[in-house]
């Protein structure tokens, strides 16, 4: 199972959406961009970071750039995504601006309140009609107002419920998240929980739709493209920090995981 990157507009891109109950991600994906997920009707569970969460009405996941995440037993739900960068909100704001509009990123998961989500549909509807071409376009007025809107909202959702408890599938999420590097085996994983390897295996498939084995590499993969952007260690030094016992399994695995070498992603990404 590879993870998808989905590249919208270079700058900025809108889209409106309803699915079917049933519905699911084509696998873990991630964008070269921010993402703002907002679910507008129904319900929408998601696996994100060290949570698996069920996402209600008004409720807003936040993606920043690189980051894997998967939707995963649905019901019937309509949403909005909107994706732009970094450069574009510099092509309008101070460096002091961007980073207060972007500051929402860090909290995940955001449920707008009542009373101000009319507004947040109206700008949408707004963004919608505006032409990213047009050098007279007023798209970052509109984004910048439902940025500050998210940073002004605190709810938190719910998390979703699996035959194992929510709690138990968080802290194996959280424990895998923090222990990717020197994670050898399954069986270190099922020893810290006191659990079968075969339960264990059973209980995250039935929660996230992945198996052990491929949330492990999604997560070392999407610390090394990181890595490979924000550092100048060498494909083997990050392929080795990242948890891989060799340069040539590391740039294999995130062969078929992107579909482009280590090399290729950090040339294509700078």
Known sequence: MGADLFVPHPLFYIEYMKHDAGHRMQGVHYHNCYELYILEEGHHNMLINDSMLTLAVHDTALFKPNLF?????????????????????RMYFTEKAVNSLLGCFDRGVISIDRELFPR?????????????????????????????????????????QTTASPDQIDLILSYINHNYATIRKIEEIAAQFYI???????????????????????????????????TGRSILEIGLACGFNSSMYFCKTFKQALNVTPSEFRRKAL
């Not at 019937?76 to 574009?88: G, L, Q, V």
């Not at 996230?208 to 890595?227: F, P, S």
């Open 120 to 160: 947040v549909k109206k700008l949408m509807l707004l963004l919608e009609k505006e032409d990213v071409a047009d050098s007279g376009n007023r798209i970052f007025i509109y984004l910048a107002e439902i940025l500050d809107i998210l940073n002004q909202s605190k709810n938190a959702p719910k998390t979703a």
């Open 69 to 89: 995440h998967q939707s995963y037993r649905n019901n019937s739900c309509a949403r909005t995504c909107i994706y732009f960068t970094d450069r574009f909100l």
């Open 196 to 230: 079968s390897k075969y339960y264990l295996c059973h209980i995250f498939k039935e929660a996230t739709g992945l198996t052990l084995v491929h949330y492990i590499n999604n997560i070392r993969i999407q610390h090394a493209c990181n890595m490979l952007v924000n």
